[in-house]
């Protein structure tokens, strides 16, 4: 039987979606959907609200905690008043937080977590978040000028799990954020960097397969084999 992949999706009103009949939504976007099943995995969508972890844990064979809004700073002890924050999605910070921990107490799903993912796995572990990397740095090279997908190089340090899975320690990965890793969780270890020094991978070694990235593999992996990688081996892991 294929692997039954879950993947976290948007808040119920963090996204503003045009659409006369209805208000709500839990979305997610089909490029994840799409990387999955070119792995071989079946995905279900897991909207934030549950909290049957049992239940969920047992229905899914790995998960993919994927990207979105800012957590917000008071997970975190950030500035809840920084003026660039984007909206935020309260019930699914209480959501992912905890099944990052749950993630992480079991040790026994496969996970791949994606730009917020990896933000959310940080803070669920004890990390902070420096809330907009230009206060931090001269120049912001994780995303285009008007906030959109940049293209911007990433090194994966030798040995490192990431780096066994891609099969590279030089990739160039398509980048949209405004927020990095601070202070690391307990339990994690940087695994790839940026050239300015923003962290850009963790990995769990207590863990069998947990990957964490701040960029966003989905969108490249239809055409770069280095990023499909990462869904081809979470499917793999999972299946076994």
């Known amino acids: 039987m294929k692997p039954i992949i879950g ?3 948007y ?3 963090e996204l503003k979606i045009d659409y006369k009949f209805y208000d709500d939504f839990f979305a997610i976007p089909a490029q994840y959907v799409d990387a999955v099943r070119r792995a071989g995995g079946v995905p279900v969508l897991l909207p934030p609200g549950e909290t049957s972890w049992d239940e969920i844990f047992h229905m899914v064979d790995g998960m993919i905690i994927t990207g979105g809004a800012d957590i917000h700073p008071a997970a975190y002890g ?3 008043a920084h003026p660039s924050l984007t909206r935020l999605a309260p019930d699914r910070d209480t ?10 107490d079991r040790e026994t799903h496969p996970t791949l977590c994606i730009c917020r993912g990896m933000q959310i796995l940080n803070v669920a572990l004890g990390g902070t978040m420096s809330e907009h990397i ?4 001269d120049e912001d090279i994780h995303r285009s000028e008007d906030g959109g997908w940049t293209q911007q190089p990433v090194v994966v340090h030798p040995g490192s799990l990431l780096g066994e ?7 160039v990965t398509f980048s949209g954020h405004h927020q990095a890793i601070k202070d690391v969780g307990g339990g994690l270890t940087v695994s790839a960097l940026a050239p300015d020094g923003i962290i ?4 769990a070694a207590g863990h069998p397969w947990l990957v964490a990235v701040q960029w966003h593999p989905e969108v490249s992996a ?3 084999v280095t990023q499909q990688r990462l869904f081809d081996d979470l499917v793999a892991a999972a299946k076994k």
């Open 165 to 171: 899975i891609m099969q590279a320690d030089h990739v």
């Open 7 to 9: 993947l976290t999706t």
């Open 11 to 13: 808040g119920r009103h």
């Open 95 to 104: 959501f992912e937080l905890a099944l990052a921990q749950e993630v992480m």
């Open 222 to 224: 239809a055409d770069d």
């Open 78 to 80: 950030g500035n809840a």
């Open 134 to 137: 230009p206060d931090i740095l």
């Open 200 to 203: 850009e991978a963790l990995e």
